[in-house]
């Protein structure tokens, strides 16, 4: 019989938390909730959970605050961000942050029960092939100037250290990789790979950008493989320019 899955609810609106773990519970799932964002980072270190549903206004310390320490921990545990603040500069927030997906309040419970699949199954992809094979048609791996990217391990390494990346950031890489040599506008990415719209300010794909050149560039100030096309977006050489 296959273990439930285990997800956390970080929610301070009571019966919103219940309502949620009511319906998750019916779909199988192995549920707990925490109030605010102190108590959930204490379950979180001393339990594992296959994913997480964050409130972004918590009391105390905010859902941003949350899933910064957990990355911070190295914990990447895929966080599904549930925001009453559905401004595309506050989901950014959330990306920069290390989210991996949001929705915006109020929604629709079926369009949560999809996301959170989604989730599950990405994260499924990502771990070791012989804890689950790569999807049909993905890139699980690809190796450049001595630098590997595990799409599948979420792993990055280079010049002899191991680097985790988030899904985010692996997912990012991958379409930038699988598109090298072709000029990809800012809004393509926003549009292809974070799924907002083509209006939305555009800085935290160039603070991403800035952060895979730290993972990537022997001197990321004169970046050679991830490179910029000014007043357009960006450009992967994978040899090098």
Do not use: C
């Amino acid at each position: 019989m296959t273990e439930a899955n285990r997800i956390l609810i970080v929610e301070d609106e009571a019966h919103l938390a219940q309502g949620l773990l009511f319906n998750l519970q019916a779909e199988g799932y192995e549920v707990a909730i925490d109030g605010d964002g102190e108590a959930a980072l204490a379950r979180l270190a001393r339990e594992t959970f296959d994913a997480v549903l964050l409130d972004v206004m918590l009391p105390g310390i905010s859902g941003f605050d949350v899933v910064a320490e957990l990355r911070a921990r190295k914990s990447f545990v895929p966080v599904l961000m549930l925001t009453a603040r559905g401004r595309p500069e506050d989901v950014l927030k959330g990306f920069e942050a290390g989210a991996d997906d949001y929705l915006p309040k109020p929604f629709d419970l079926s369009i949560l029960l999809a996301r959170l699949k989604g989730l599950l199954r990405r994260m499924k992809w990502h771990r070791p092939p012989e804890e689950s094979p790569a999807p049909p048609e993905e890139l699980s791996r690809f190796t450049f100037s001595g630098r590997t990217i595990d799409f599948e391990g979420l792993e990055l390494t280079a010049g002899g250290r191991m680097i985790r990346l988030t899904l985010m950031e692996a997912d990012l890489l991958r379409y930038l990789v699988r598109n090298q040599g072709r000029t990809i506008s800012r809004k393509e990415l926003l549009e292809q790979v974070w799924r907002l719209r083509d209006d939305t300010d555009t800085r935290a794909i160039d603070n991403f950008i800035v952060r895979l050149r730290r993972y990537i560039e022997d001197e990321p100030s004169q970046p050679r493989y991830l490179q910029t096309v000014r007043g357009i977006g960006y450009r992967f050489f994978a040899d090098g320019a």
